[in-house]
């Protein structure tokens, strides 16, 4: 379990690590933000990090969730080991606050997700994406990539904060939008 490793007593020093692969990783552990901070540490300023992260904005996990199903499975987006989920918004902002910046970013998709950005792509947005029972508005053509994403591929280079654009710096300090979930006081 990466969160339990003793980097020290493994010997590793700052600087040793050139590369990261954190392929479905980051949503099985309790405390990601720790594990990419311990990371920044040990990393060289150089260091590639290769992160994929499953999409909980997926169209067709959104259409089962509408239709009332959360369906753990052994595997995939609902894997019943999943400790952690998120929004690419989220994935973004924790990778930023965390000392890294994103410098690509790809998506991948199954069949059915395919189909649903085939079948929308063209034309002008806003646009309506049928989902069964749901109709979700879609501002742009990157919103839908990421409605269709089943997961997001992150390649992330190390950078401090004086390091960001203005623009990084804004995401990362904004406040979080005020959540329609219920959330007690």
Request: hydrophobic share 35%.
């Given at each position: 379990m990466i969160e339990k490793i003793d980097w020290n007593g493994e010997?590793?020093?700052?600087?040793?690590?050139?590369?990261v692969l954190l392929m479905d990783v980051l949503e099985h552990i309790y405390e990601p933000w720790t594990t990419l901070l311990t990371l920044r540490n040990l990393v060289s300023e150089?260091?590639?990090?290769?992160?994929?992260?499953?999409?909980?904005?997926n169209a067709l996990l959104m259409q089962d969730l509408a239709a009332g199903y959360?369906?753990?499975?052994?595997?995939?987006?609902?894997d019943i080991t999943h400790i952690r989920f998120f929004?690419?918004?989220?994935?973004?902002?924790?990778?930023?606050?965390t000392g890294f910046r994103v410098v690509r970013t790809r998506n991948t998709q199954c069949n059915?997700?395919?189909?649903?950005?085939r079948d929308n792509r063209h034309g002008s947005f806003?646009?309506?994406?049928?989902?069964g029972t749901l109709s979700i508005?879609?501002?742009?053509?990157?919103?839908?990539?990421?409605?269709?994403?089943?997961?997001?591929?992150?390649?992330?280079?190390?950078?401090?904060?004086?390091?960001?654009?203005?623009?990084?710096?804004a995401f990362i300090d904004a406040p979080h939008p005020p959540t329609l979930a219920y959330a007690p006081a």
């Open positions: 010997g590793v020093k700052r600087g040793d690590i050139d590369t150089q260091a590639q990090l290769l992160i994929s992260i499953p999409n909980v904005r959360w369906r753990y499975r052994h595997a995939g987006l609902l929004g690419l918004n989220d994935m973004y902002r924790m990778f930023y606050q059915a997700s395919e189909q649903i950005l806003p646009k309506q994406v049928a989902l508005t879609e501002d742009s053509a990157e919103d839908l990539d990421n409605l269709c994403a089943l997961q997001h591929v992150f390649t992330l280079q190390p950078a401090s904060h004086e390091q960001f654009t203005p623009k990084e710096r």
